[in-house]
């Protein structure tokens, strides 16, 4: 069986594309079958066999309160494929039903809330870091680039989850 | 308990459901069934929506089975309360839709 491995870096405010491109993927054929940190290990099978999930748990993978929650997940009839840091991918036979993993606007927005607060708790590090860095190095400043980028992605989630708040006004 | 509690469709469901014990992916069968198809639990809405639900006390996760690690869940008496009353909350919605939209096509058939 044919295997490959693609190198990428998606950010965290980005894993709606990254889940999109895994499904391209997966769609001519080649399935996640393996995660690593910016690594992405495929396996061919069948174009459009499998369709791949991903999300961001609340606490580290390895924790007993997401084991429980990944064999409930696999008890649906989806297969775990790995994780990176918080995140854990999954994927199921397109032919064994449809496979969400959030069916309602309230558990999107709980999820949305994850990323943002992370994204924001990094951002004030790395602004602290850096101006305390500063004092001491040039090199600061890079932590000060990395906090103004995390700052526009915790705005981009923030759009985001506005938009979701929107729509719930609506249908719940 | 709150006395205006209205019961979003998923959770309508998974307290049907658990009229009888069930695991999670039993849950999101039976759902589906029942809707024809029209509502569909993911696996980590119907997750979070078991956690806060056993929380309230409206179920309650039945000991586990040592032959297997798939957990089941089933209504309690405070659940089936809920569920009493979300049936006649929602007996009330169709009855007033039904005379009133019922009434217009009546008015439109003098016509």
């Known amino acids: ?172 | 308990m709150d006395d205006n509690v209205v019961l979003t469709e998923a959770v309508y469901y998974i307290l049907l459901t658990l009229l009888k014990p069930r695991h999670g992916y039993g849950i999101m069968q039976m759902t589906e069934e029942l809707s024809g198809g029209r509502v569909r639990l993911a696996a980590g809405t119907l997750y979070g929506a078991l956690n806060s639900l056993c929380r309230k006390g409206w179920i309650e996760a039945l000991p586990e089975d040592y032959r297997s690690r798939k957990k089941e869940y089933r209504i309690t008496a405070d659940g089936f309360e809920i569920l009493q009353r979300e049936l006649a909350r929602l007996r009330q919605l169709v009855e007033n839709g039904e005379r009133i939209l019922g009434g217009l096509e009546d008015g439109e058939n003098d016509d």
């Open chain 1, 1 to 172: 069986m044919a295997r490959m491995m693609i190198k990428r870096w998606f950010w965290a405010w980005d894993f709606e594309e990254e889940e999109v491109w895994l499904n391209e993927m997966a769609y001519q054929g080649w399935a996640l079958d393996k995660v690593g940190f910016c690594k992405y290990y495929f396996k061919s099978y069948e174009p459009g066999e499998y369709v791949v999930r991903l999300q961001m748990l609340e606490n580290n993978p390895a924790m007993a309160e997401s084991q429980e929650y990944i064999a409930f997940v696999e008890d649906t009839g989806a297969e775990y494929i790995g994780s990176v840091a918080r995140w854990v991918y999954f994927r199921k036979k397109a032919a064994d039903g449809r496979f969400e993993l959030f069916s309602d606007i309230s558990s999107m927005m709980n999820q949305l809330r994850r990323i943002i607060n992370l994204a924001l708790f990094c951002m004030v590090l790395n602004l602290l870091l850096g101006i305390n860095a500063l004092q001491y190095s040039p090199f600061g400043i890079l932590n000060l680039a990395l906090a103004v980028i995390l700052a526009y992605g915790g705005y981009r989630l923030l759009l985001k989850k506005k938009r979701l708040e929107k729509k719930r006004i609506l249908r719940e």
